[in-house]
């Protein structure tokens, strides 16, 4: 399958533009993320349709079901998102659900210190949770799903990972940040970050144009020729 995502954005908050995936589509990130007996912080902003139609759609993963290594994050029952470490080839161990709803954007993070997990939504701690560390195996990690029935159907964006347990501070503070907000100290143990807010379509970098000069309370010039360009292009 290729590695894509769709744009237009199709929602603006809360990041200036989000990865809007179809329900069968994810992002390829060529990366492995090595957790084991080690700490690690992943956040996220959130969107799951209500036309969703996979049985866990899933906004990160890194090693499938069964596989080892973390399982994935993903939205279960509809009004749910939870993880799991996989141990010992495929018995997973959870930790506490995070309630959720469709069609509703959720800042969702999830910190492991070595011995608990700590779920965080919108910020604030839902529960902790003693948990093994996962297996040794790793795989390429995947932004939107990548395994049958697993497929994100909305928005995701500013998808991060820390080989650190972040403190409830600073997930409050990075959470409204982009990436070149973060202070230094907030960079520390960042192991990745992913914005998913290129726009690769014409039609929607005029678009994104005019909503960053209506905000600025600025005026485009010369936008008729400006407009046919992108036209030509689109």
Do not use: C
Request: proline residues 4%.
């Amino acid at each position: 399958m290729a590695n894509r995502f769709l744009s237009p954005p199709k929602l603006s908050f809360p990041a200036n533009a989000s990865a809007e995936f179809d329900g069968a589509s994810y992002i390829q990130t060529n990366e492995e993320f090595a957790f084991v007996n080690s700490e690690y912080t992943i956040s996220f902003w959130a969107y799951l349709n209500s036309s969703n139609t996979g049985l866990y759609p899933t906004p990160f993963q890194n090693g499938a079901y069964n596989e080892g290594g973390i399982q994935p994050f993903y939205f279960e029952a509809s009004d749910y998102i939870r993880m799991a470490h996989n141990i010992d080839g495929g018995n997973a161990v959870y930790g506490s659900a995070i309630g959720m709803a469709h069609d509703e954007w959720f800042f969702i993070t999830f910190t492991f210190d070595g011995t608990s997990v700590r779920s965080y939504k919108d910020g604030s701690l839902v529960a902790t949770n003693g948990i093994a560390a996962p297996s040794t195996n790793f795989f390429d990690a995947k932004i939107g799903g990548g395994v049958a029935n697993t497929y994100w159907d909305g928005n995701l964006a500013n998808v991060a990972i820390w080989n650190r347990a972040l403190s409830s501070d600073e997930i409050n503070s990075v959470m409204w940040k982009s990436y070149d907000g973060l202070t230094p100290s907030e960079t520390s143990g960042l192991q990745a970050w992913y914005s998913l807010d290129d726009i690769t379509s014409p039609a929607a970098s005029l678009a994104n144009m005019e909503q960053l000069a209506a905000d600025k309370d600025l005026s485009i010039e010369n936008k008729a020729a400006i407009t046919a360009a992108i036209n030509a292009l689109s």
